[in-house]
């Protein structure tokens, strides 16, 4: 298993630009998530997704979109780019059934510059 | 609502000797903890966790982390330092829908020789 694949590694942005960071996994995982981190301020959840379909805000969702359309695939949309966003962005996923016991398991990161 | 704080920000230990990592939650539910490590340049790693069974509990590498309701703790030890420990730590508590988890902000070892 490859786990929770992240592209790309890193991404510099212009200010007002749009993207889409990848997330993938292969361990069908019915709960995916998005977080950033930023020092000093550990990891703090953007959106999340509990199944094919049906996502939540987080703590921190303005300025994100996500969609759900398969098991496998969370992309996380930035519309329009600005310098407050750059950050290191980590996807998550874990098991659903069995409930908040359940580790997550990790990407590698994607590290975004806005500028 | 929960919340976790993690008491310093970077921790200095030589080789061989104690490491404490100290975090302290709020919950209003009964929790369940986790303690993650994420070493340069990559994604978290699960050390352990607490999920209400014994209050002492084991993880990778030689960490173990104690469970103490009164004082709404769960501090994570490791009793004798090695290099490769260097990594920064993070203190997790799962929300009541399981759906949340929220983060300290971390504590960054170094390991001195």
């Known amino acids: ?115 | 609502a929960q919340s976790v704080t993690q008491l310093g920000s970077h921790v200095s230990v030589s080789e061989g000797a104690l490491v404490l990592l100290r975090c302290n939650y709020s919950s209003s539910v009964p929790p369940y903890l986790f303690w993650y490590v994420q070493y340069p340049n990559q994604g978290l790693q699960l050390l352990l966790k607490y999920t209400s069974a014994a209050t002492l509990v084991k993880g990778i590498n030689g960490f173990e982390a104690e469970f103490k309701k009164s004082e709404t703790s769960f501090h994570l030890t490791k009793p004798s330092a090695h290099m490769s420990d260097a990594a920064e730590y993070f203190c997790a508590v799962s929300g009541a829908a399981g759906n949340k988890l929220t983060f300290g902000g971390g504590t960054r070892v170094l390991v001195k020789p």
């Open chain 1, 1 to 115: 298993n490859a786990g929770v694949t992240q592209t790309p590694k890193f991404q510099v942005l212009k200010t007002g630009q749009s993207m889409t960071l990848q997330c993938a996994q292969d361990m069908n995982h019915e709960y995916m998530s998005w977080y950033r981190q930023d020092p000093g301020m550990g990891l703090r959840l953007i959106h999340y997704s509990v199944g094919a379909g049906i996502t939540d805000q987080g703590e921190v969702p303005n300025g994100y979109n996500v969609s759900r359309s398969t098991t496998e695939d969370f992309p996380l949309r930035l519309l329009s780019a600005a310098p407050s966003q750059t950050s290191v962005y980590f996807c998550a996923s874990r098991e659903l059934a069995g409930g908040r016991s359940y580790e997550q398991y990790f990407g590698p990161g994607t590290r975004l510059t806005v500028t």
